[in-house]
């Protein structure tokens, strides 16, 4: 409309959109979500990647749900994913296989919900002798760090920080949990079931249901 086109334009949504125009970080992000009930209908083909999301969008945008497309895929899963999965790994957690090893990938940020998977492990350390890993980075470090130093097993959890190959961790960790408050169809999860690792994630809106369905 302002570019005074005349092309087709698809629209193809990324986040669970109730959600994100609530919690999302980005003030950017929250005032798209608050406009697009005036412009997403204006697209010619609205696309939601899980079914979950579709729903929502409906609601959200005050469109019949006949309008939205479900395309309920990210294509994510190649021929390199497995090349790197393959790679070799040398963190001495994941080398010792006599320890069991839970690895969480994403942003340290609020989405990700990071502090609630560092509860979650504690509660499992009391009972199982395992090991934490977290792969990412982001603005909540100092928090995650604090949380980790005053749990009472901050020798067994460890913040890796950015790692550009996570998938050798996926293949041979036990355990991969995605803990998030909300997602869209998130690949982590994805790429985790390609890497044959065993997965267990949150109930958020949206993506999780499908994919482990």
């Known amino acids: 409309m302002f570019s005074f086109t005349k092309s087709r334009l698809l629209i193809r949504e990324g986040l ?14 929250r005032i798209a979500y608050r406009l697009a009930p005036f412009f997403y209908k204006k697209a010619d083909v609205i696309v939601a990647i899980a079914s979950e999301m579709a729903d ?9 749900r006949k309008k939205i497309t ?3 895929i990210n294509p994510v899963v190649t021929s390199e994913l497995y090349e790197k999965a393959g790679q070799d790994i040398q963190h001495p957690w994941v080398v010792d296989k006599n320890i069991p090893v839970i690895v969480g990938v994403g942003r340290l940020e609020a989405q990700k919900d990071f502090e609630t998977l560092i509860k979650s492990f504690c509660l499992l350390r009391k009972d199982i002798y395992c090991k934490l ?16 130093s ?17 998938f050798p961790y ?8 995605l803990s998030s408050r909300y997602e869209g169809l998130p690949n982590t999860l994805i790429e985790a079931l390609a890497c044959g690792a065993p997965s267990v994630s949150t109930d958020c ?8 369905d």
């Open 16 to 29: 669970f959109p109730s959600v994100a125009v609530k919690e999302s970080p980005y003030i950017q992000t």
């Open 56 to 64: 929502d969008l409906s609601e959200f945008l005050n469109l019949p």
């Open 70 to 72: 479900l395309i309920p």
């Open 133 to 148: 890993l977290i792969l990412g980075e982001g603005s909540l470090r100092e928090s995650l760090s604090l949380q980790i």
């Open 150 to 166: 005053n749990s009472g097993y901050a020798s067994d959890i460890e913040l890796v920080g950015f790692c550009s190959n996570p």
């Open 170 to 177: 996926m293949s041979n960790c036990d355990v991969l949990v």
């Open 205 to 212: 809106k949206s993506g999780p249901k499908d994919i482990l």
